[in-house]
């Protein structure tokens, strides 16, 4: 297929389409809010604060009179930021262990891979990310850690249960006759075919990054004010909702449609690149 | 049971038929937002415990009244000797303790004992340490002697930490509190609920509730679905002040705007460069906006105050005028100092809504001025360790819940380190001093001394604000304890 | 099957040594003393040294990780520092809300998730397909705990259809008890019934287009009957693994939802403990999860060597 082709039949995809667009979106403006935002979001006016979206403020404003809009853009760039990382730390430890696991299926290295991971894994995520950051305070890189951690395992079980049935096909067994490693092997045949899942658990653990991330915020042990993100935002409006619902609606919809985009992108990304799929 | 709760429905149609009245409600719930980690008063400093337990279950020898007055509880009189040092105290007859056994003299002794004891687990023992000996001269007379005297002795008496518990429970007293109280503790659902019911021997006037139940609920919003919902009759110290807004506006609630003993003080550490200088204390008290920080933090509820001392009280001079907001002269205070471009220094913030907003809304304010405040947020055990034992911390905002607590300042080794000879000895006076306008002139030369000196930046009186059904009478609007007392609440209509 | 299952039972007991030294040694490093944190901010230094005294806080490290260790061996899980009762008391009123819940979201997840998945991928490029795509996308991209107020402010607050939290306890009888459940327990699901529908499908999906797939389908099999041998057998292994995944993030990741309905579960007290520095407290709760999820992650190992015997034979 030439690159023309390829880049035909991603247009033709809606999901790739709408996906990249929303996650775009929120990309542009976490970049922007870099070097401009409408308001100073470290700017705290009480006499206008809890208005309705107007003109002034496209989003209104919070309940220190923060324009929200800006809060958002900023936010954006925490979110983003912290969930990559994570996943970056989860998919760059985790792929490589469940690929050694699975070559080494029942032995020893397999074994303690595993049982570390299980190890990991059996411990509550959300309770030892409080204690990291109890233990070494609130902050974005404690949430990235305490969160990347836990990435770690999902991939290596996932790449592992997914390598594990391939090891018996004939076509690993010829290429094991024809004298390739392990090594080889694993990146050559086995990551290919599992890349379909892991592009799947990909954007579901990035989704489930940005929701973790907010999910520390909200409990106050995410990024530290004044510093804004999605998730304290929805925590400090919570008991505002009643009267002050924009405050809930939008740092609720950023999350949700970053998370939506990002996702839809995956998706689109998995149909164009596994060949079964598309020529099927 | 179920017999009765028929017989009862039955009860209540036919008033419903015939008088056009229903039944008399007998029971109350009470959300409340801490949980008490264990129900014994006399020795942890949760306010949790005494909020349910005070006046409901236990009593000490004095009791708070609503207004924070001092009056007689299980002592019905007193008689103080001529130097101020032996205290008489007539205790009432008949009192049994809801397991059955007497209220008697060797009880108090052995509260009082037990509660001074070297080996003590109580939070307060400050409150005892002036007692010579306790004596129970018959079952009921007891003589309480006092190394000096003690201008505040029956005040302290009063306090939640003191009241009488019996040897007979006290090794179950953390699970199982038995006390002489209007209400017997009846159950205890851990992380939901504390249940307490009508004490049917109880020596004073029966309260007009059978039962009440405290509901904790930490979660402000969920304060307010409970409270909408109808599944809590009453909140007490509503944690939202957000919220009163639409409780004020439904006619099904009242919203009960009453005073803590709470002062809310941006707490400065005067040993920390460059906090040693007062004029740089002056400008962090000149940049700060109080009516800026009630109106953003507490949504208008509470009062501005000028020095460590609540303005309820007779005693109270209104000193904040000493430090009206004025950035610029704050600016110019500091360039004085030697900081024209101001400095940095952290901002360590408890979990209370009033200090983390109140936080992030000072720390606007010192930036204007040219201060950088890093806030860290903490939780009430990092807290006490970072700040309040350590000292490492640069400004930290708390609210002292304590009433009269203005000796604080007295004790060079309190972890805001302010260390005033001048000031200690005026509180040493003021200890031993008995005569009433005296004491009423060094209280406010006291409140004058720490605002001169900008000890700390003084914010504003914490007000308490709780939400009621509107048919419910008798919930204490004020709080001058940690208590939530019941013996006086009941349903109207 | 026998040797495979002695063999995983030898790795289980080690990571249960392991995580225990580790959740020790992590909670000996959390700063703030649990005796200052009691007594507040008035009291006295002697006070807290005998209280530290009797809570046994001075003796060494060693020492206490023996006790505590053994303790759990025998079932004695020790006194909670701040609530002065057994922590296995404390443990046991907690899990009596904690597990239900769990079980009651995990299976609201796998009623949704297994039809759902199956449809979409057997009817791929349908509009059920695309629809099902569409849900599962918003109910995973929805924080559960925004999701969770929006359903008190509509079925507590305006409908009244639900208390808007808390637990009746279940000597209240079951089904008071289950209705106070239902709320969170949807919050739980919503994503997590999103997330397997889609592993499902896309599981499936893969088995499918599997080579012994055409081949059955060449011999003559109907799709439904291919489906039913060969492929769903095959599309269970991911999805057991995410059931496992689920099942105990359910048990002890439901502190949020816990706080927003105000149940008092696991999550909730471990929550609180480790604010209150009610270390032991801390210790017991984070094991015993850990002890249940390596239990489940076993018998999800022996489930994929019952679904795929080729495993257990080279194991």
Known sequence: MTEDGLFRAALKSRNLVVGHLLAAAFAIGALLSLFWTPYDVTEL???????????????????????????????????????????????????????????????????????????????????????????????????????????????????????????????????????????????????????????????????????????????????????????????????????????????????????????????????????????? | MIKIQQSATAFALLALTA????????????????????????????????????????????????????????????????????????????????????????????????????????????????????????????VVTLNAPQGNFLFNMAWGDAVIVAPESIDDIKSNPVGTGAFKFSEWKRGDSITIERNADYWGAAPALE????????????????????????????????????????????????????????????????????????????????????????????????????????????????????????KALLAEAGYPDGFETTLKLPPPSYARRGGEIIAAQLRDVGIEAEISNLEWAQWLEQVFRGYDYGLTIVSHTEPMDIGIYARPTYYFQYDNPEFQALITALSVENDPATRTEMLQEAQRIISEDYVNGFLFQLALTSVVDARLDGIWPDAPTQAVDLTGVSWTE | MLRYTVKRLGSLLASLVVASLVIFACIEVVPGDPASFMLGINAQPDTVAALREELGLNRAPHERYIAWVGGLMTGDFGTSYTYRSPVSEIVVERLAISLPLAIYALSLTILVAFPVGILAATRRGSLTDISVMATTQLGIAIPNFWFALLMVLIFAVNLRWFSAGGFPGWD????????????????????????????????????????????????????????????????????????????????????????????????????????????????????????????????????????????????
């Open chain 1, 45 to 280: 006016t009480i006499a206008t604060r809890l208005q309705a979206p107007s003109a002034v403020h496209w989003f209104g404003t919070d309940h220190f009179g923060r324009d929200i809009l800006s809060m958002i853009m900023v936010g954006a760039q925490t979110s983003i930021a912290v969930a990559i990382v994570a996943v970056g730390i989860g998919m760059g430890i985790g792929v490589p262990l469940g690929l050694a696991a699975a070559a080494r299926r029942g032995r020893l290295l397999d074994e303690t891979i595993m049982r570390g991971n299980d190890l990991v894994f059996a411990f509550p995520s959300l309770l030892i990310a409080i204690m990291i950051t109890t233990v070494f305070g609130p902050s974005a890189l404690n949430a990235i850690i305490a969160i990347g951690i836990f990435n770690i395992p999902v991939f290596a079980r996932l790449t592992r249960g997914a390598a594990l049935p391939l090891w018996t096909r004939d076509y690993i067994l010829s290429a094991r006759v024809s004298g390739k490693g392990p090594v080889r092997i694993s990146v050559e045949h086995i990551l290919p075919n599992v890349t379909n899942l892991l592009i799947v658990q990909g954007t579901i653990q990035f989704s489930l990054g940005i929701l973790a991330e907010a999910a520390l915020s909200y409990v106050g042990l995410g990024v530290q004010p004044p510093t804004p993100s999605w998730g304290r935002m929805l925590a400090d409006s919570q008991t505002l909702i009643a009267i002050a619902p924009h405050m809930a609606m939008f740092p609720g919809f950023a999350i949700l449609l970053t998370v939506l985009g990002l996702n839809l992108a995956g998706d689109g990304l998995r149909d164009l690149l596994d060949p079964r799929i598309r020529n099927a």
């Open chain 2, 19 to 142: 008088g056009g009245a229903w039944a008399a409600k007998a029971d109350v719930t009470i959300g409340m937002q801490l949980e008490p980690p264990h129900l014994d008063p006399t020795s942890a400093a949760a306010g949790a415990i005494d909020q349910a337990l005070y006046s409901n279950v236990f009593e000490g020898l004095t009791r708070f009244g609503p207004d924070g007055s001092v009056g007689p509880g299980l002592a019905e009189s007193w008689e103080i000797s001529a130097d101020g040092t032996m205290y008489t105290f007539n205790l009432r007859e008949g009192v049994k303790f809801h397991d059955g056994t007497d209220f008697e003299a060797t009880d108090v002794v052995f509260s009082l004992d037990r509660a001074r004891a070297e080996d003590s687990a109580n939070a307060q023992k400050a409150l005892f340490s002036g007692i010579k000996s306790v004596e129970a001269i018959d079952p009921t007379t007891v």
């Open chain 2, 211 to 330: 039962q009440a139940t405290f509901k904790y609920i930490s979660e402000p919003t969920a304060a307010f679905s409970a409270m909408m919902a109808g599944d809590i009759d009453a909140f007490y110290s509503y944690p939202a002040p957000e919220n009163l807004v639409q409780f004020e506006a439904d006619p099904r609630f009242t919203v009960l705007a009453g005073n803590t003993e709470g002062e809310t003080i941006l707490a400065i550490n005067n040993k920390m460069e460059p906090f040693g200088d007062v004029r740089v204390r002056k400008a962090v008290s000149m940049a700060i906006d109080r009516q800026a920080i009630i109106d953003g933090a507490m949504f208008g509820y509470g009062t501005p105050i000028g020095t460590h001392f609540a303005p309820h009280h007779p005693d109270y001079v209104d000193l904040t005028g000493n430090a009206p907001h004025d950035p610029e002269g704050a």
């Open chain 3, 172 to 315: 209240e009888g079951i089904p008071a008890a289950i209705k106070a459940l239902t709320l969170p327990a949807i919050a739980l699901a919503l994503p997590q019934a999103s997330i397997l529908a889609r592993v499902m499908r896309s599981s499936l999906l893969d088995t499918l287009s599997e080579d012994y797939i055409r081949t059955a389908r060449a011999k003559g099999l109907t799709g439904r009957q291919a489906l039913r041998r060969h492929a769903l057998r095959n599309a269970l292994i991911p999805v057991l693994t995410i059931i496992g995944l689920q099942f105990s993030f359910l048990l002890a990741g439901a502190i949020i939802i816990e706080n927003v309905f105000f149940l008092p579960g696991l999550g909730r007290l471990v929550f609180q403990a480790i604010s209150q520095r009610d270390l032991i407290v801390v210790e017991s709760v984070v094991m015993l999860l850990v002890f249940a999820v390596i239990i489940v992650n076993f018998l999800v190992d022996l489930a994929y060597a019952w679904v795929d015997p080729r495993l257990r034979s080279r194991a």
